[in-house]
């Protein structure tokens, strides 16, 4: 078979390797203008189906990243909002917290002062008291003094009340009286 080629390549010195011939060239040209055409015709609408589908998966693609983004940036516009307002309400809470608690202080240590007045006007009247109770009793240790001081002085018993009573006070007032003249 080696040849059957050798041999025909030999008869045929005029046929190139690089330029056909006319009847192979008319030939190619046809079919190439056929499958052109079919592929014109029913691949390339096919293609460009394709593309155009792909052309739109990737702008919607790119249209629901930004409108994802767009809804990622209001909801943390509205976050940022939400916290800003939180952090004023905190900041008047807090405030009014400090407010309260000044008013609680003042009204706590008005009371403690009304309860310190109450208690040292309590004191004062049981003083004032006691000092009363105090100045009777020594008024009749005194007086219980003076008369038995008396009865000795006098040499005669006091026993009369009445008597011992009146001479008692007259003492003291006398006493009182030189007193108040001695200041």
């Known amino acids: 078979m080696l040849t059957a080629f050798a041999a025909a390549a030999a008869d045929d010195k005029t046929h190139s390797v690089l330029i056909p011939e006319l009847p192979d060239l008319i030939w190619g040209s046809l079919a190439f203008l056929i499958i052109l055409v079919f592929f014109i015709k029913k691949g390339l609408p096919r293609i460009n189906a ?36 939180a952090r004023v309400e905190a900041a008047a809470i807090r405030d009014q917290a400090r407010e309260d608690a000044k008013q609680i202080r ?10 310190a007045a109450r208690i040292i006007s309590a004191a004062q009247a049981q003083i004032d008291v006691e000092v009363q109770s105090a100045f009777v009793a020594l008024r009749a240790d005194v007086g219980a ?15 009369d009340d009445k008597k011992a009573t009146a001479l008692v006070d007259q003492f003291l007032a006398d006493l009182e009286a030189s007193s108040k003249a001695a200041k």
């Open 50 to 85: 394709a593309l155009d589908a792909r052309v739109e998966a990737i702008e919607g693609g790119i249209k629901r990243a930004e409108d994802a983004q767009a809804a990622a940036n209001a909801a943390l516009e509205r976050y940022n909002a939400q916290l800003k307002e």
């Open 145 to 159: 003094i003076a008369i038995d001081l008396a009865s000795g002085v006098i040499g005669q018993s006091l026993a």
């Open 106 to 115: 003042a009204e706590l240590v008005e009371q403690a002062q009304a309860d």
